[in-house]
């Protein structure tokens, strides 16, 4: 049975400063010659970025309903053969949703650092600790670390209030050359972030001077059987955009796609970039297409290529960002609209205020495939949608799946190892 120091690194609420801190404690480790393998709790693209940066390795999913318990298991195993170390960031507050942080921790026996900002907040820190200490006697506490902290007479009282029993694993000053900027939809993505690898290495530099950096214990995870996949996708060419507008892609999506036997290019709207020659199906993945509507919109040599894919009835899946890549024309929040590639009918808006989050879910005639949405668009088109998603745990409508000629989209963000058949129907074109 394969065994590996693991760390979750948790909080109380989102806004603790995780991310930092477990970017941080993978840089430390790396620069200390370990092998690191860090995973993010729950659907995200923007953190895993980060933490890809500090660790130099992909970062994967894992959540218990959207990968499943066994294809966490599976990744958690197989990382355990391979690293060093291994650190999990969770998503929100510990606590927070269901399946949580703290369910992932027990379920696997994981140990979690709390990360807890200590700004304007003093003693009550010893409060939040013991709350999150004792909660759930099935989630083991390693120890809290204090952050955004403003001085070293903070830090004493801020460790004065922690409970005797509850470990002390230092702080972290409050500092602009350590914190990470946000937008609308989290984080900024890592190559946008001015000076990022200085950022991780001054919090890493922090932490090593703190307990956090000692390994934590080793925790043993259950060895899986590899899956046996059909080569179903054997000899396809699948191209991707892949850029600052369109990078909301899972690691294990593109894996899946290689594992079914597919060859997996790359292409840049961006950079005015064609479909790769060959291409058999294309991907349109979800981003930031309204930061870079203009560019977008001269880039047609890209335009060109994708417009020649699709009137060969040729595949194409596009999910959010990607979709509205395929509208008119998107209008961003202050109102200036731009036109899109026009194969798909319709017009896209930006709003302030999200309109869609939460998990979703596919039938098919394939069974089910997980994924989640998180858009601040909202989308009008004449298209009548071929079918919906559900919310597993709430009766409020799920998002719309068009199909257009060799177009299909939606606002959904799969996980396509969820249910590989789908995946490769998908990309096949076929009925589903």
């Not at 959540?63 to 969770?90: F, H, K, T």
């Not at 005797?164 to 890592?190: M, N, T, V, Y």
């Not at 590639?341 to 069974?367: F, V, W």
Request: proline share 7%.
């Amino acid at each position: 049975m394969p065994a590996c120091p693991a760390l979750l690194i948790a909080g109380p609420a989102s806004g603790q400063g995780k991310t930092t801190v477990t970017a941080g404690l993978a840089r430390l480790h790396r620069e200390r010659g370990r092998k690191v393998r860090v995973f993010k709790t729950g659907p995200d693209f923007l953190d895993p970025m980060i933490l890809e940066r500090a660790s130099g390795a992909p970062v994967q999913s894992l959540d218990l309903w959207m990968v499943g318990e066994d294809g966490c298991s599976r990744l958690l195993a197989e990382a355990a053969e391979q690293a060093d170390l291994i650190l999990i960031e969770g998503v929100m507050g510990l606590f927070d949703g269901t399946p949580s942080s703290a369910d992932l921790a027990a379920r696997f026996g994981v140990p979690v650092a709390a990360v807890i900002s200590a700004q304007a907040m003093a003693q009550t820190f010893g409060a939040l600790a013991f709350g999150l200490a004792h909660y759930r006697p099935d989630v083991s506490i390693y120890g809290v670390l204090a952050n955004h902290v403003g001085s070293e007479r903070h830090a004493r009282m801020l460790e004065e209030s922690v409970p005797k029993d509850i470990r002390w694993l230092g702080h972290l000053c409050r500092s602009d050359r350590i914190k990470l900027p946000e937008r609308h939809l989290g984080l900024h993505q890592a190559g946008e972030i001015i000076e990022l690898d200085a950022r991780i290495d001054l919090t890493a530099k922090s932490i090593a001077d703190t307990a956090l950096a000692e390994l934590p214990p080793p925790v043993f995870f259950e060895p899986q059987a590899p899956l046996a996949l059909p080569k179903s996708l054997d000899g396809m060419r699948i191209a991707m955009a892949r850029d600052a507008a369109f990078s909301f892609i899972f690691p294990a999506n593109v894996g899946l796609l290689e594992t079914l036997g597919a060859h997996v290019a790359y292409f840049s709207p961006l950079a005015d970039e064609p479909v790769p020659d060959g291409t058999d199906a294309l991907f349109l993945p979800g981003g930031y297409p309204e930061l870079h509507a203009p560019t977008l919109a001269a880039s047609t040599v890209s335009a060109a290529s994708i417009r020649a894919h699709a009137a060969a009835g040729k595949p194409i899946l596009a999910e959010c960002g990607g979709m509205l890549y395929l509208l008119d024309s998107l209008t961003d929040a202050a109102g200036v609209q731009t036109p899109m590639l026009g194969l798909l009918p319709g017009h896209a808006t930006m709003h302030e205020r999200l309109r869609g989050l939460g998990m979703q879910a596919l039938n098919s005639k394939y069974g089910v495939m997980t994924g989640h949405t998180f858009h601040y668009s909202s989308m009008a088109t004449d298209l009548v949608p071929e079918r919906h998603t559900y919310r597993p745990q709430s009766d409020a409508a799920g998002e719309p799946m068009f199909r257009e000629a060799s177009i299909v989209a939606t606002y959904m963000h799969g996980y396509w190892p969820s249910n590989p058949a789908l995946a490769a129907a998908l990309f096949k074109g076929s009925a589903f």
